[in-house]
């Protein structure tokens, strides 16, 4: 599957492909999975809160980490996206309209800017593979999510429902070669994610990357205003320094 790492919007009013099922894979799992891709890709504009951790590996204590973050995404499809970012990556906040991207780091007010592809889908594409920057839960909601879990797992399956708070969820868990997956969907009209848990096995290590997703809003009215970035006052703009560049001693920072 692609960077199943990114964040989740991109995908707003893009037609799903047909989806082939395979022997291994439960049809009731394969049915709550495409309603909830369906009903995401119907959508023209959409806002959450997703809230993130995952494992990294700390050389100063020697050890694993687990380290947090949350977002507040705000989409409009095709091409309006914002993403307001606090927890261990600092405070940093995300701007897209459809031609340039903007990254401001409020402790240090400075602000990078790019330009950008004409689309959502294609703006993270091009920022992840430039920059490796992530966004959160984009593989959810990318327009081919179902076909790339088939294409990587094993065997997909529904486990039962289950309760997370106040919310009845199907469980779908996803087996695969190098790395496992679980879903959590809910069990209503909307069928959206609840939340999802990324389990990968790589040189000997079992990682995890999770996220739970609130206060989800379909459809709602955003002003274009919302994803128009305006440098604050005394800000200061740094060149954004691409993976492929080579950055020297106190060049710009990333």
């Given at each position: 599957m692609r960077t199943i790492i990114l964040?989740?919007?991109?995908?707003?009013?893009?037609?799903?492909?047909?989806?082939?099922?395979?022997?291994?894979?439960?049809?009731?799992?394969?049915?709550?999975?495409?309603?909830?891709?369906?009903?995401?890709?119907?959508?023209?504009?959409?806002?959450?809160?997703?809230?993130?951790?995952?494992?990294?590996?700390?050389?100063?204590?020697?050890?694993?980490?687990?380290?947090?973050?949350?977002?507040?995404?705000?989409?409009?499809?095709?091409?309006?996206?914002?993403?307001?970012?606090?927890?261990?990556?600092?405070?940093?906040?995300?701007?897209?309209?459809?031609?340039?991207?903007?990254?401001?780091?409020?402790?240090?007010?400075?602000?990078?800017?790019?330009?950008?592809?004409?689309?959502?889908?294609?703006?993270?594409?091009?920022?992840?593979?430039?920059?490796?920057?992530?966004?959160?839960?984009?593989?959810?909601?990318?327009p081919t999510f179902v076909d790339d879990l088939i294409a990587q797992s094993q065997r997909i399956t529904f486990r039962k429902l289950v309760r997370i708070g106040e919310q009845e969820c199907f469980h779908i868990m996803a087996k695969g070669t190098e790395q496992d997956m679980e879903l959590w969907i809910a069990n209503d009209a909307a069928t959206l994610p609840v939340k999802y848990l990324f389990r990968t096995r790589e040189k000997g290590q079992v990682t995890e990357y999770q996220g739970a997703f609130s206060d989800w809003k379909m459809n709602p009215d955003l002003p274009t205003t919302l994803f128009r970035f305006t440098p604050p006052p005394g800000s200061r703009e740094v060149r954004l320094v691409a993976r492929n560049e080579k950055r020297s001693p106190g060049g710009p920072k990333k």
């Open positions: 964040s989740a919007v991109l995908i707003l009013g893009a037609a799903a492909p047909a989806r082939p099922q395979t022997k291994t894979d439960d049809p009731k799992a394969l049915t709550v999975l495409t309603r909830m891709a369906d009903n995401i890709g119907a959508l023209h504009s959409c806002s959450f809160q997703l809230d993130v951790s995952h494992d990294e590996w700390d050389a100063e204590t020697g050890m694993m980490v687990k380290l947090h973050n949350s977002h507040e995404v705000f989409l409009t499809g095709p091409d309006k996206m914002l993403v307001n970012t606090t927890g261990d990556a600092g405070h940093r906040g995300f701007w897209y309209d459809g031609k340039e991207a903007y990254s401001y780091w409020y402790g240090e007010n400075n602000y990078g800017r790019v330009s950008a592809p004409p689309t959502i889908i294609e703006m993270i594409k091009s920022i992840h593979e430039a920059y490796g920057v992530d966004f959160p839960a984009a593989d959810l909601l990318y």
